[in-house]
């Protein structure tokens, strides 16, 4: 590798951190926050829910299996930075065919290596996910900082990163029909649908209710994606529309947005929760999970009692809400990622349930 230009990430409690640039090399100003997997890069590049943010691995060696064709969450990722340790340029691996760097140049995402990402991760953790920017290493800290207390981060994530149009995904013969609400969602949801049966029509994130069921689904898909679910009223409106009337499945923000639409509220964690290895108990069988997870918002357990919806799954770590249902309407969502299945307890058995709620609904019809 030829020698490396060198970037300065600048913290807004005015904290720096110096090392070398890959991907682009344009300034950022970003939300920072920390993931704690240990593989799966180009999933956490590519992820929508990610738009706006600057992520720092905690695992050290990042770039070293490069980026395959097939691997990518969304074709357009819109993360803006990626913070690790040391970046291998020179990957090793068959299905590979381009570096994590050249990706990230395409896409102008930019890149810093050689932090101290352990020391970072910690700060984060202490402080809470914050504003930072990564910038030219001359740059005045004291003066970013002030650029950093200025700047308001884009509250319109959901609306630049949804499908525009309509698309459908899955042969017309398959036995039912998904509507899945796009604010942001991962391709391999989009896979796990069609695997189990489902034809899946993507609609925009801003599609009103009478167009959901003009396409005569027979169950509704809200999906994740990036920031504070209360910034897209909209969908919320739209779910209150629909609930009773088609069975509802949420994952991530979507599991935000169906407890929003029945009454419950939402806050903001401190440092969020993003890694493959989190916690959950299901409650309804006693079995401990092992999740992925990517998220800074939370559904307050207090604000359940007064909805109709029951809290089906707890994070063991510190006891927020992972799951809700209400048993009546068919509906539930999820605040993990069943698609990812980090293992060793499938998590399927959630695309399943859909899948039985829409064929018990289509039955008795």
């Not at 969020?272 to 918002?297: A, F, M």
Request: charged share 20%; aromatic share 8%; proline share 4%.
């Amino acid at each position: 590798m030829s020698e490396q230009t060198k970037r300065k990430l600048i913290l807004e409690d005015g904290s720096f951190y110096v090392g070398d640039a890959f991907g682009s090399q344009e300034d950022k100003i970003l939300e920072i926050v920390f993931n704690t997997s240990m593989v799966g890069y180009q999933e956490i590049l590519s992820d929508p829910s990610y738009t706006d943010q600057g992520v720092v691995m905690t695992y050290p060696l990042i770039g070293n299996y490069g980026m395959a064709d097939d691997d990518y969450e969304t074709e357009t990722p819109t993360i803006s930075a990626l913070i690790v340790r040391e970046y291998n340029d020179e990957p090793s691996n068959f299905r590979s065919t381009n570096t994590l760097g050249s990706v990230m140049e395409k896409y102008n995402i930019a890149g810093i290596s050689g932090i101290d990402t352990r020391k970072l991760a910690r700060s984060i953790r202490d402080i809470g996910s914050c504003k930072a920017m990564i910038t030219d290493c001359d740059a005045d800290v004291s003066e970013v900082v002030e650029k950093l207390k200025a700047h308001e981060l884009p509250h319109n994530a959901v609306s630049r990163v949804s499908r525009k149009e309509i698309v459908k995904y899955g042969s017309d013969d398959l036995p039912f029909h998904v509507v899945a609400i796009d604010c942001g969602m991962k391709q391999n949801i989009v896979r796990s649908m069609n695997n189990m049966g489902c034809v899946v029509t993507v609609v925009p994130w801003n599609t009103q209710a009478s167009v959901i069921e003009g396409l005569n689904p027979d169950g509704v898909f809200i999906s994740n994606g990036p920031g504070d679910p209360t910034d897209v009223p909209e969908v919320i409106e739209t779910i209150k529309s629909l609930k009773g009337k088609y069975p509802i499945f949420g994952i991530c923000l979507g599991h935000q947005i169906l407890s929003l639409a029945y009454g419950a509220t939402t806050y903001k964690l401190k440092f969020g929760h993003r890694g493959g290895n989190h916690p959950v108990c299901n409650n309804l069988t006693d079995k401990i999970e092992i999740t992925s997870q990517n998220h800074s918002y939370a559904v307050s357990k207090e604000s359940l009692v007064s909805t109709e919806l029951k809290a089906t799954h707890i994070n063991l770590l510190d006891g927020t809400i992972e799951g809700v249902a209400c048993e009546k309407d068919k509906a539930f969502g999820v605040q993990y990622h069943p698609e990812s299945a980090p293992g060793p307890q499938d998590s399927s058995y959630l695309f399943n349930q859909f899948i039985a709620n829409m064929k018990e609904v289509k039955n008795n019809a």
